[in-house]
Antibody, heavy 118, light 110 residues
Framework: EVLLLESGGGLVQPGGSLRLSCVAS????????MSWVRQAPGKGLEWVST????????YYTDSVKGRFTISRDNSKNTLSLQMNSLRAEDTAIYYC???????????WGQGTLVTVSP | QSALTQPASVSGSPGQSITISCTGT?????????VSWYQQHPGKAPKIMIY???NRPSGVSNRFSGSKSGNTASLTISGLQAEDEADYYC??????????FGTGTTVTVL
């Protein structure tokens, strides 16, 4: 059974930092790109960032470039998202996900809530 | 990285068929056969319903089907059932990023 378990969410003040983690199990983690997707309260899904299986290639949505850093530790089956200079508009549920267009092996975690507020 | 355009809401009676559109550009939907569709019930994580434009994962009802024409992808739900009431999102590969999601469509079963 595939499991993606996120942690690290919480309440942070504007300008603050937070580090999200996602521990994966049930599939060969190091063989696949991994992503973070967020969903603001009552809003739609927004892709945030993707990292290749080896960790040597990263992609970010424009609104987080220079503020967020995605990384992974394949020895620990762990995906991370370092979030700096947080803004109110970063408030959302953050999902860890293995996404692909090529087959049905798409997996999502249950999400962790990040709230940016004074 | 603009979101793909979906209708905000679509409704239908039980047993009817509905279609949700997902409109992009030649830089995303129109340029690649990499479109997926997700179903999301309130408080739950999204669930893959269609991948690679028209492929259905095992376990997903054959009432769900996907297609694409030009810059617009579509998800059709036939024989609408109460359990289909949910939010639906399309996703596409783009020239500038590996993923972009649609604006989302709320399906209501009347």
């Amino acid at each position: 059974e595939v499991l993606l378990l996120e942690s690290g969410g919480g309440l942070v003040q504007p300008g603050g930092s937070l580090r999200l983690s996602c521990v994966a199990s049930g599939f060969p983690f190091g063989s696949y790109a991994m992503s973070w997707v967020r969903q603001a309260p009552g809003k739609g899904l927004e892709w945030v960032s993707t990292i290749s299986g080896l960790g040597d290639t990263t992609y970010y949505t424009d609104s987080v470039k220079g503020r967020f850093t995605i990384s992974r530790d394949n020895s620990k089956n762990t995906l991370s998202l370092q979030m700096n200079s947080l803004r109110a508009e970063d408030t959302a549920i953050y999902y860890c996900a293995k996404l692909t267009y090529f087959d049905s092996s798409v997996y999502w975690g249950q999400g962790t809530l990040v709230t940016v507020s004074p | 990285q603009s979101a793909l355009t979906q209708p905000a809401s679509v409704s239908g009676s039980p047993g009817q068929s509905i279609t949700i559109s997902c409109t992009g550009t030649s830089s995303d939907v129109g340029g690649y056969n990499y479109v997926s569709w997700y179903q999301q019930h309130p408080g739950k994580a999204p669930k893959i319903m269609i991948y690679h434009v028209s492929n259905r994962p095992s376990g997903v009802s054959n009432r769900f089907s996907g297609s694409k024409s030009g810059n617009t992808a579509s998800l059709t739900i036939s024989g609408l059932q109460a359990e289909d009431e949910a939010d639906y999102y399309c996703s596409s590969y783009t020239r500038s990023s590996p993923y972009v999601f649609g604006t989302g469509t709320t399906v209501t079963v009347l």
